[in-house]
Nanobody, 124 residues
Framework: QVQLVESGGGLVQAGGSLRLSCAAS????????MGWFRQAPGKEREFVAA????????YYADSVKGRFTISRDNAKNTVYLQMNSLKPEDTAVYYC?????????????????WGQGTQVTVSS
């Protein structure tokens, strides 16, 4: 069992930065791939970024590539999402998720555990 708690969301102006954190409980965190997804009002949940269990592989949605960076610290049981050059269209609730296969995936159905989400609002 893995429990996930996101933090770091908030209100920021366009062009600004935020760093989201996702703290995981459980001794097996380092064996899970981790992903970030987001959901805006009236829209489906969409993939943002993922990182393999070792951190050796990362994946990004085209809409955030070059602006967002996913990383993890297995010693701290934490995954991060550094978000730079934020745009109003990045406004959403951001969720972190854990995937037991360890490789990472673009598909939310392949994730086993989810956090409660943290709101990110980017003003124009």
């Amino acid at each position: 069992q893995v429990q996930l708690v996101e933090s770091g969301g908030g209100l920021v102006q366009a062009g600004g930065s935020l760093r989201l954190s996702c703290a995981a409980s459980g001794r097996t965190f380092s064996s899970y791939a981790m992903g970030w997804f987001r959901q805006a009002p009236g829209k489906e949940r969409e993939f943002v970024a993922a990182i393999s269990w070792s951190g050796g592989s990362t994946y990004y949605a085209d809409s955030v590539k070059g602006r967002f960076t996913i990383s993890r610290d297995n010693a701290k049981n934490t995954v991060y999402l550094q978000m730079n050059s934020l745009k109003p269209e990045d406004t959403a609730v951001y969720y972190c998720a854990a995937e037991s296969r360890g490789s990472g995936s673009y598909y939310y159905l392949e994730y086993d555990y989810w956090g409660q989400g943290t709101q990110v609002t980017v003003s124009s």
